[in-house]
């Protein structure tokens, strides 16, 4: 073998690992980027549910209040909560939703209370199917919580190990935080008479 076909060869094999070394950094990139836009689509189920919930309350406080008309602090406390939620709902800040959330299922366990009091309002058809509204979207929003946490996982698996951490910075991608409720507030809120 010459000289000539040697460096040929030497070319070829170093040219082979560039190409194999890119192919390798492209992969890695688009397994974070991937991971990443999973993490980002389940958190806007999250904020998809919780908005749905706020947009739920309005009708349930009007059914309640015509039959608790004195009840004005619970009302202007789930008032605040509904608030709440669809700004952080608007935000990116994990924690800022969770709380929100938190805040909102407090409130509506508040307004539940009320309604124990007032037996023609658990009789009350409309209020009786926004109550039942009301426990599905709880149950979607669990399992929005679980996905988004899932989806989280899988990119916080991967940003932390090897090979894919070595290519976190170049996709501009960073771990995510967990979307974990406050400890009081794991169990859905009550809304079942």
């Known amino acids: ?42 958190l806007g189920g999250i904020d998809v549910q919780l908005t749905r919930r706020a947009e739920l309350i309005p009708n349930l406080v009007q059914t309640v209040k015509g039959y ?13 909560a509904r608030a709440g939620v669809t700004q ?11 709380a929100a959330d938190a805040q909102l299922s407090q409130a509506l366990v508040r307004l539940n209370a009320v309604a124990e009091a007032y037996p023609d309002l658990k009789a009350n058809a409309n209020f009786t199917d926004l109550q039942r509204q ?10 929005a919580r679980q996905y988004y946490n899932d989806a989280t996982r899988q990119l916080n698996e991967a940003v932390r190990t090897l090979p894919w951490m ?21 169990a859905a809120p009550g809304v079942e008479f």
């Open 134 to 143: 009301l426990a599905e979207t709880e149950d979607q929003i669990a399992f």
């Open 1 to 42: 073998m010459n000289v000539g076909t040697a460096i040929g060869i030497t070319a070829a094999v170093v040219i082979g690992l560039v190409v194999l070394l890119a192919l390798f950094g492209v992969v890695g990139f688009n397994k974070l980027r991937k991971a990443d836009i999973g993490a980002e689509e389940a």
């Open 88 to 98: 952080a709902a608007q935000g990116d800040s994990v924690p800022a939703k969770a």
């Open 68 to 80: 608790a008309t004195h009840e004005r602090e619970v009302f202007e406390e789930v008032t605040r």
């Open 166 to 186: 070595l290519f976190s910075g170049v996709a501009g991608v960073k771990e995510r935080e967990f979307y974990e409720a406050p400890a009081e507030h794991t």
